[in-house]
């Protein structure tokens, strides 16, 4: 038999290298393991591309919560890493109604027992921080910490890092997980701990997991900088992130250290190509007008559509794989995958690795679902 | 030929009616834009495609000066 | 609402002035729009000084001022949705749908980097031609024409008719290339006759072949270039300096509009029949968006266009005209086809994406456009890829990809709402 079979060995192989799959290799090498991983496309090009990129804590759900503020706190030590662009420039939620407004109090205590540090903004303070806003708002809340960065570039970043470290990367796709690793498309077999965090393509290896692609629409602008300081989201936004409609939109707008203008975002299930909707752009931007009425004159670059990966119940699967010892996951992380993706990498390889992890691990147990 | 008003930074001009404002700026050796890196740029496909011309044009930014014919009262911008 | 018209045809160059002009006579309504806030195209570009070439005069009028001819000028095609387009032009934003669509959208220059392309002062061959038929003050400035192809001469023509001292046409191609391509030209007599009258015209100005512009200096604007051809490396001084390589088709619309393609060396061009019919039925392409032909061809194909999209007879000399038109264009390319030295210029910290200011240098690690775009911001700026994308296409380095809407930009106004005027205000 001519026939030799390929075989390399690591501590772990991770499937996708996204900026899920680039933070576990980035804390796995750091770690001292020997690690792989796999990817056929560019570095961080899936959803990892199409995202804002916006580092925010989301307090409707406190196991997302805790996630993000944990992850957070992690972003911090990358701050002045030039390939990432991080600009501090806060969160600023915005009160198109009285009742919005009335209600920022508990979400400030919501924040504040997790450590979250915020503000309340009132009408004139609103103005100061944003005079394009539209006229008719009552004002806001400020979580000044909050930041924006270049999730492509941070996958890169990380990545890098990792191969510093001794990691190494296979252009290539996995075809199967068999007992002792994966297979690859062109017969190499690697062999160790398989962690996969392939996002939407999820199914594809574990389809015990369920992911569906929720599409999603931005647009930038040309250079207009001063023209927006924070990003500005609404505070019914959560109402759009978090309802169940086939589609919805919501204001969330973000200013780029270019100068350009990143609007979002549009929510939106049973569409599977990647093609812009023009009736869907349309919604967005009309939302868009209706808190920034100044931006209707600036000029668009570009539109893009991406597809956020989300688990049964919104929160990612992050843990062993039931039934499957050898096999991990780091997924599903919907809308929130650039802000948890350091937190997820260290909760899942903590567990693997039998440490105590930072946080509690239980909410995001892939058990909850395939068990 | 007709002349019409107009101001390039401040400055009052009359120039040829027709021309278009990139035509202008370099009648009057102003400098057109900056590059995201500082670099000095000017117009280089005179016709709409490379964007290397872009001025403010009453108050708008970003507008291609090559594309643009000049009109009476025109305030124009550069080197943003 | 949607203005409903028989045809609708992009592009007011040759081939849309052709196309109009027979559809006018057959009894359609017609809309006709371009960018340019005049009609012409490149080719035919409306001179402030001078007017239009007097052929183009003629039928400018006529499309103009036919009743059943809507003329749409400064207007923009933003995106293609459901045999609708969505325009803008500079105070609103309507939408126009057509029985048959007529694409003339032409093509741009092909613009290639070399060290020093960025200085101001440095242009393309035609992007001159075109500033100066602006009103782009030439008068007493030392000029220097580079490049590649027939263009060059009447870039030379007109930069002399404007009071420009144009110090020298430098083509690529060999002397004995260029030769052998002026001893076939008694097969196109038309242009046999225009090549003899540029040279008189161009009577003094230094022809050099075999030559090419591999550098221009200066601090913040152009001094010097240096040239190397036949007689070695020269370096001398100039004022303006106008580079063209030939055209590449502009495809945008028609690739939204799902069009098949076909390539053309590195750069696509609409696929058509001989009756101009494109692969999708009721749109019609013509002239350089199907293949870089000159405006003998786009002319023809135009009128071709015109007469298929509103079901007129087409003649079977036409048909042949068009085809001898097309063989020129064959031999053009053919005897200009461009030293591979060309597409080696560039050096590591030349810049390769004018909009982002992205180097030669840190594209090096990537094979493929979005990679690169990702990356390093390359192709991410307000020309959308046109510039570095055909660059890096021609260069050999990665295809062009990532065609989205907008096809241009555009006023998120124009993107947000079904009906929209631009509400006047400062942007800072």
Redesign the interface.
């Known amino acids: 038999m001519g026939y030799r079979q390929r075989v390399k060995s690591y501590d772990l192989i991770i499937v996708g290298a996204g900026i899920v799959g680039t933070a576990c290799a980035d804390y796995a090498s750091q770690e001292g393991l020997r690690v792989a991983i796999v990817e056929p496309g560019p570095i961080g090009g899936g959803a990892t591309a199409a995202a804002m990129g916006h580092l925010v804590a989301m307090d409707d759900d406190p196991a997302e919560l805790a996630l993000s503020h944990y992850s957070l706190n992690l972003w911090e030590s990358f701050t002045g890493v030039e390939q990432i662009e991080y600009s501090r420039c806060g969160t600023l939620w915005v009160a198109s109604n009285e009742a919005e407004f009335a209600r920022i109090p508990e979400k400030l205590a919501r924040l504040a027992a997790t450590g979250v540090q915020a503000e309340l903004i009132d009408r004139e303070q609103l103005y100061r921080l944003e005079p394009h806003l539209a006229p008719d708002l009552c004002g806001g809340m400020r979580v000044s910490r909050e930041a924006v960065v270049y999730p492509p570039g941070m996958a890169h970043h990380l990545l890098n890092r990792a191969r510093a470290r001794g990691a190494e990367l296979h252009t290539n796709r996995v075809i199967a997980i068999t007992h002792h690793g994966v297979q690859l498309a062109d017969q190499t077999h690697l062999a160790g701990t398989v962690l996969v965090a392939t996002g939407c393509a999820l199914p594809e290896l574990l389809p015990q997991l369920p992911i569906r692609g929720r599409k999603g629409h931005l647009v930038i602008t040309d250079r207009y900088p001063g023209v927006v300081h924070h990003q500005l989201l609404e505070l019914g936004y959560a109402d759009s992130a978090h309802g169940h409609d086939d589609s919805s939109v919501a204001f969330n707008v973000q200013p780029r250290p270019t100068g350009q203008i990143l609007i979002g975002s549009s929510r939106e299930y049973g569409s599977d190509t990647p093609d812009v909707s023009m009736p869907m752009v349309r919604r967005m931007l009309e939302r868009t007008f209706r808190f920034l009425p100044r931006l209707r004159q600036l000029d668009a670059l570009r539109i893009w559509t991406g597809f956020r990966p989300v688990s049964v119940d919104g929160l990612p699967y992050l843990g062993n794989v039931p039934g499957q010892s050898n096999v991990w996951v780091a997924a599903g992380h919907e809308g929130l995958g650039i802000t948890t993706s350091l937190g997820s990498a260290r909760l899942v390889i903590d567990q693997w690795l039998g440490r105590a992890t930072a946080i509690d691990a239980r909410p995001y147990d892939p058990a909850r679902v395939a068990a | 030929m007709s002349t019409v008003r107009i101001e390039i930074d401040g400055e009052t001009l009359d ?2 009616a ?3 404002v ?3 700026i ?2 009057v050796e102003r ?2 834009r900056r ?3 500082g ?14 011309c ?1 001025v403010r044009i009453n ?4 507008q291609r000066a ?4 000049v009109h009476e009262g025109m305030q124009v911008v550069t080197d943003d | 609402m949607t203005e409903h018209y028989d045809v609708v045809i992009v592009g007011a160059g040759p081939a849309g002035l052709a196309a109009a002009e027979a559809a006018l006579a057959h009894g359609a309504r017609v809309a006709w729009l371009d960018a340019q806030a005049t009609a012409g195209g490149q080719v035919w570009r409306r001179d402030v000084e001078h007017g239009w070439p007097p052929r183009a005069q003629r039928v400018i009028e006529y499309v103009t001022q036919h009743a059943n001819a809507t003329w749409m000028p400064q207007t923009q095609v933003v995106t293609a949705e459901a045999s609708e387009l969505l325009l803008q032009n500079e105070s609103r934003a309507w939408r126009i749908s057509y029985d048959a669509l007529v694409l003339a959208t032409g093509a741009r220059e092909l613009l290639l980097p070399f060290p020093g392309w960025t200085l101001p002062g440095v242009t393309g061959a035609g992007g001159l031609q075109a500033l100066a038929k602006q009103g782009w003050p030439l008068a007493g400035r030392r000029v220097v024409i580079a490049g590649s192809g027939p263009l060059l001469l009447a870039v030379a023509a007109t930069a002399k008719r404007h009071g420009a001292h144009v110090l020298g046409i430098y083509e690529q191609a060999s002397a004995a290339t260029v030769h052998n391509f002026a001893q076939k030209l008694w097969r196109w007599p038309g242009k046999a006759l225009q090549a003899v009258s540029l040279r008189a015209r161009l009577a003094g100005i230094p022809y050099r072949c075999g030559s090419i512009v591999t550098r221009a200096l200066g601090d913040s604007t152009l001094q010097l270039i240096e040239v190397d051809g036949p007689r070695g490396v020269e370096r001398f001084e100039c004022d303006q300096l106008a580079v063209g390589y030939g055209l590449v088709p502009n495809v945008e619309l028609a690739h939204a509009l799902g069009c098949a393609m076909k390539y053309e060396g590195a750069h696509p061009c609409i696929e058509v029949d001989a009756m101009q019919c494109t692969s999708v039925p009721h749109i019609y392409a013509a002239g350089e968006v199907c293949g870089i032909g000159g405006h003998d061809c786009a002319w023809l194909e135009g009128r071709i266009a015109g007469l298929a999209a509103t079901n007129a007879s087409i003649g079977a000399s036409l048909l042949r005209k068009q085809h001898h038109a097309r063989t020129f264009a064959a031999a053009l390319r053919e005897y200009f086809a461009l030293d591979p030295y060309i597409h080696d210029l560039s050096e590591p910290d030349t810049l390769i994406c004018r909009c982002e200011d992205v180097p030669l240098r840190a594209l090096e690690d990537y094979d493929d456009a979005r990679n690169a775009k990702l990356a390093t911001r390359c192709g991410m700026g307000a020309c959308q890829g046109r510039v570095c994308g055909t660059a890096l296409a021609e260069l050999g380095r990665f295809p062009r990809s990532g065609l989205r809407p907008p096809l241009f930009p555009t006023r998120l106004a124009t993107l947000g709402e079904l009906h929209s005027s631009c509400s006047q205000g400062s942007i800072p």
């Open positions: 120039v040829p027709g021309i278009t990139a035509a202008a370099a009648r400098p057109f590059s995201v890196k670099h000095a740029r000017a117009p280089f496909c005179g016709m709409g495609i490379c964007f290397e872009r108050g708008v930014a970003q090559c594309m643009i014919a």
